[in-house]
């Protein structure tokens, strides 16, 4: 088999996600525990979905409950943190890609000192993973940010995000540097133009003296100034450490050979690799600061910042890929949804039920051109497919579509890998079910391991395996060589 002994296969989660507890040991709130589930809007409608105002966020604030508000219940991982774990174990997980909630360790992200409880509450997390021999892949930002820095700051547009980013980085690598190796720093970093609340903390209703786009572009330099700062500490102060850097792949097809097809994906996919290019090859690419330009957007720089960004860049690229996208000249053409972005409806391919287009040979395509534009070791840390699975009578869950989505990538992976991909792991979304980041649903599940809760959190928490679940132990088994 093309894969190496080593290879980390496993899942991801995020914390905001699944451990609850959102007001619990002193944590404090965050961006994720403003958003709510809302019903009666189309699941496709993802900016109605992620648009924050600030009377929203002063109203989250009078709401202590969690009914509307899914993510601060998660599923309750806070507590059932060793029995996942133990399921992790069962189907032979070498790596576990978890996120830190920023907030359990500085609730507002302006303290000088952690919050002890929360220091704890990973480190156990970590000492169980070694128990088993699940390596963890620790992402320090995950949609999670403290709520008091959006509020205060209108959150990465303000320079100061820097400095307490930086310093809750240090104070995780003090604190776990003997269990993590792998880490990284902003979780889908491009996503900032999609959904500026959740990724970094901007509220469209606080750009006052200037425009959302704007905030946008330097919210975005913030963060890669802060990334760069953070390698270099992690260099320092972890032996034989590894900081990535994570994109959204948004692979982008032309929809006809028609050159303004053409021209229109290549530049939505130059765009996308932009945020990796600035962080692998330490430095803003020539068109993208043409682009910049024309839009008459000035970026704020120190004058330090375009020297961090070349020393500092990251050991490997992590990213994530669900479908891929069409781009088109024609604006009469159908438009599907996919990953809180729109393009057009790709004739070719099967949608699922949140129309996300299922391609498993753009995740080959997406693999060969990485490897080739940026020739560093590569990881796949989210990759899988949102499905609304029925327990049958027998109290089992028969998701033969899931099996199918997986087998079908993971087939791609392995011929990207004989041609010559670097690829080091695959933790597939997710390994367990989950609240949805886009829509908030519990409905979306992706899981191997089915949680017994609905979208308004009605249910017993339950942890039931589903018939993937015994299918991907299999797949680990065998290290990539039976996917039947």
């Known amino acids: 088999m093309p894969l190496r002994k080593d290879f980390l296969w496993g899942g991801a989660i995020a914390a905001n996600q699944v451990e609850g507890a959102w007001n619990v040991d002193q944590k404090g709130m965050s961006v994720a525990d403003v958003a709510t589930f809302k019903p009666t809007i189309d699941v496709k409608d993802y900016k109605a979905h992620n648009t924050v105002t600030s009377d929203m966020i002063q109203q989250a604030r009078k709401d202590l409950e969690v009914e509307w508000y899914p993510k601060r219940r998660g599923i309750d991982f806070y507590h059932r943190y060793k029995e996942d774990i133990q399921l992790f174990a069962e189907m032979g997980f070498k790596a576990l890609r978890i996120s830190i909630a920023w907030t359990r360790l500085f609730p507002t992200g302006e303290e000088t000192e952690p919050n002890v409880a929360g220091i704890d509450f990973y480190k156990n997390v970590f000492k169980e993973l070694k128990k088993y021999g699940i390596e963890p892949i620790v992402t320090l930002s995950h949609y999670e940010m403290p709520l008091a820095l959006s509020e205060k700051y209108n959150g990465w547009v303000d320079r100061k995000l820097i400095d307490f980013f930086v310093h809750y980085a240090e104070v995780c690598f003090k604190a776990f540097g003997e269990y993590v190796t792998y880490w990284l720093t902003f979780n889908e970093i491009d996503s900032v133009g999609r959904h500026p609340f959740t990724t970094a903390g901007i509220v469209e209703d606080k750009c006052i003296g200037y425009s959302l ?179 049958t009578s027998d109290g089992k869950i028969h998701d033969s579509y899931r099996i199918s989505y997986l087998r079908q990538h993971i087939k791609e992976i392995l011929e990207a890998v004989e041609a010559g991909v670097d690829l080091f792991g695959y933790t597939s979304w997710a390994p367990i079910d989950l609240i949805s980041v886009s829509t908030s649903q519990m409905s979306k599940r992706y899981g191997y391991i089915y949680v017994d809760q609905d979208d308004l959190g009605e249910g017993t928490l339950e942890r039931i395996k589903k018939d993937s679940f015994f299918w991907y132990k299999k797949v680990i088994e065998s290290n990539g060589s039976i996917l039947d």
């Not at 500490?233 to 450490?241: A, K």
């Not at 530049?267 to 839009?295: M, V």
């Not at 690229?317 to 781009?327: D, Q, V």
């Not at 391609?359 to 499905?387: C, F, H, T, W």
């Open 213 to 391: 786009e704007e905030a946008v572009y330097q919210a975005l330099h913030h963060q890669y100034v802060a990334a760069a700062i953070a390698t270099k500490l992690c260099h320092e102060l972890i032996s034989g450490s590894q900081m990535g850097c994570m994109l959204t792949k948004l692979t982008t097809y032309p929809n006809t050979c028609k050159p303004e097809d053409v021209l229109l994906s290549l530049e939505s996919n130059l765009n996308n690799y932009a945020h990796a290019d600035i962080q692998i090859f330490g430095e803003y690419p020539t068109l993208y600061k043409k682009h910049l330009e024309n839009k008459g957007i000035i970026i704020t720089k120190a004058a330090e910042d375009d020297k961090l960004l070349r020393e500092h860049t990251a050991d490997y690229l992590a990213f994530s890929y669900y479908m891929s996208r069409t781009e088109s000249s024609d604006p009469s053409l159908e438009q599907t949804s996919g990953n809180t972005i729109m393009g057009v409806k790709n004739p070719y391919l099967p949608s699922t039920e949140w129309g996300w287009q299922i391609d498993p040979v753009g995740l080959k395509i997406s693999l060969l051109e990485l490897q080739d534009r940026y020739n560093v070791p590569l990881i796949i840390v989210e990759n899988g497919m949102g499905a609304k699975d029925e327990v």
